[in-house]
Structures are given as structure tokens and as C-alpha cells.
């Protein structure tokens, strides 16, 4: 139980056009689900954190307006990385905590990005 | 927010010895401290956990320790194998649920 799905797993695109990645819990209702950014041989850095109808609550330092983030459903969470440029070129993760559990965080695969 | 440091950055070991990663929060509030193993290109892996009412915890080969006083926790590995070289991070989750990590370490355990 607990799986995480991600969609795209990579993808590569163009500078200044919109990206958007889709995580899903497949077994479970992710209430709270968090995005990730990681680079090369770097730790994880938390972006936002995303509830399920409401707005997203982002970290400091990161752009609400450059990182969209919707939660429609109890399993589905979309990251848009909009007007993409080559430094948002990175490996974005998401996570998604079990109901039951309430702390653990089960991450998905992973989406890499690559900005042309 | 919440900051954790994660040290060694790099450490190698022979294979049957003993691995052990420590980290330190700064944030008191901190009540949940997970470990993540993640391979190359691959989603991190929850190891082991402990929870802030709990000094210590063991799985197996892998067990963790916890200081709330000083608010440092360890990592510890027994009997390693060359299938746990990877990428370890420790985590805490300060109360409004946010997870943060530390830097990683990079254990390599050579046959």
C-alpha cells in the first residue's frame, strides 16, 4: 500500500513554455500532499505544501506565481512550472501522507526536468 | 524554519562493519524524525523512524537514537553490505507537518 505515482517521469521542453507534473496516491486519500526539489547530489528542498482544497502554502524564498500548485481531489496534485526557464531545470519529487498514518511520507518517482 | 545538519557527507566502509550518520535540528518543536535511503535516479525510501516520546528504535541492522536535549539524532547500520551503499537522509517534521532534510550522505560500502 501506499504507492505514489508521478507523471511525467522526465521531460524536456522548451524556455518559455508551461510544464505541468501530476502526482497521484493510488491506494490511499492523500490529504496533504508536498513537493520537492532536488538537485544533482543535493538534499531535498521543500517547495510547498499542498491541501486538498485550498491554496497552497509555499517555503520561503520560493514563487507562487512561477510554481502553480492545485490539489483538486483527495489523490491528485498538479505542480505547473510556468514560462520555464533553464535554471528551473531540476528533479521535482513529490510525497503524500497516509491518512492513517498521518506522518509518514511516501514519495513518488520523481519527474526531471530539463529546460532547453 | 526548521534547519537540519547532516554530517558525514561522504562515508566509506568495509563490508560487515559498522556505519553511523548523525544530524541535529534546531527547531524544539520537532517531533518526528525520519531516515531515507535513495538510490540514484530513484525516490527516497523510508528506513526507520522515531518519534519525539522515544530514545531509541531498532530494525533489524538499522537502528536509530535520539537526544532531544541536545536535539541530535543517529543513524546506525551494523553488518553492512555493498546493497546499502546509497544516499541517506535524515528528516525532521516540525508541527505544522513540513519535512525537512539534511544534506545526505553518501555511504559506499566496499566489498
Known amino acids: 500500500g501506499a504507492v505514489v505515482s508521478q507523471h511525467p517521469s522526465r521531460v524536456i521542453c522548451k524556455s518559455g513554455t508551461s510544464v505541468k507534473i501530476e502526482c497521484r496516491s493510488l491506494?490511499?486519500?492523500?490529504?496533504?500532499m508536498f513537493w520537492y526539489r532536488q538537485f544533482p547530489k543535493k538534499s531535498l528542498m521543500l517547495m510547498a505544501t499542498?491541501?486538498?482544497?485550498?491554496?497552497?502554502?509555499?517555503e520561503q524564498g520560493v514563487e507562487k506565481d512561477k510554481f502553480l500548485i492545485n490539489h483538486a481531489s483527495l489523490t491528485l496534485s498538479t505542480l505547473t512550472v510556468t514560462s520555464a526557464h533553464p535554471e528551473d531545470s531540476s528533479f521535482y519529487i513529490c510525497?503524500?501522507?497516509?491518512?492513517?498514518?498521518?506522518?509518514?511520507?511516501?514519495f513518488g518517482p520523481g519527474t526531471r526536468l530539463l529546460v532547453l | 524554519g526548521e534547519n537540519v545538519e547532516q554530517h558525514p557527507s561522504t562515508l566509506s566502509v568495509q563490508e560487515g562493519d559498522s556505519a553511523v550518520i548523525k544530524c541535529t535540528y534546531s527547531d524544539s518543536a520537532s517531533n518526528y524524525f525520519p531516515w531515507y535511503k535513495q538510490e540514484l535516479g530513484k525516490r527516497p525510501q523510508l528506513i526507520i523512524d522515531i518519534r519525539s516520546n522515544v530514545g531509541e528504535k531498532k530494525d533489524q541492522r538499522i537502528a536509530v537514537t535520539l537526544n532531544k536535549t541536545a536535539k541530535h539524532f543517529s543513524l546506525h547500520i551494523t553488518e553492512t553490505q555493498p546493497e546499502d551503499s546509497a544516499v541517506y537522509f535524515c528528516a525532521a517534521k516540525t508541527a505544522p507537518g513540513r519535512l525537512y532534510f539534511g544534506r545526505g550522505t553518501q555511504l559506499t560500502v566496499w566489498p
Open positions: 499542498s491541501n486538498e482544497g485550498s491554496k497552497a502554502t509555499y
Open positions: 510525497s503524500a501522507i497516509s491518512g492513517s498514518a498521518q506522518e509518514t511520507q511516501y
Open positions: 491506494d490511499f486519500q492523500a490529504t496533504t
